[in-house]
C-alpha cells in the first residue's frame, strides 16, 4: 500500500513536471509569435514624422553635444615685418 502511494506521488509529480514544462515552452513560443508580428506592424505602419521633439530635451542634446566636441583650434594669423597682423 505505502509503495504505491509513494509511486502515484512520484508519477503525479512527474507529471505536474512535464505539465509545467509544457506550459512555459508554449508562453515562450507565444512570446516570440507576438514579438515577430508587432515587429511586422510597426515595419509597415507609416509613421508622419514621428512624436515632435521635447524642447527641454533638444536643449540638453544640444548642450551635451557642446561638451563632447573637441576644443576648437585657435589659428593666429600671420604677422607681417612690423609684427602686425594683416
Known sequence: MEML???SVIALLGGQ???FNKIRQLFVNLDLQ???TIGKLL???PFQGGEQQNPIQAMIIQA???QM???A???I???DEKGRFR
Open 69 to 71: 566636441a573637441p576644443p
Open 77 to 79: 594669423p600671420p604677422k
Open 5 to 7: 502511494l509513494g509511486a
Open 17 to 19: 513536471y512535464l505539465l
Open 34 to 36: 507576438l514579438a515577430a
Open 64 to 66: 551635451l553635444a557642446g
Open 73 to 75: 583650434v585657435e589659428v
Open 43 to 45: 515595419e509597415e505602419l
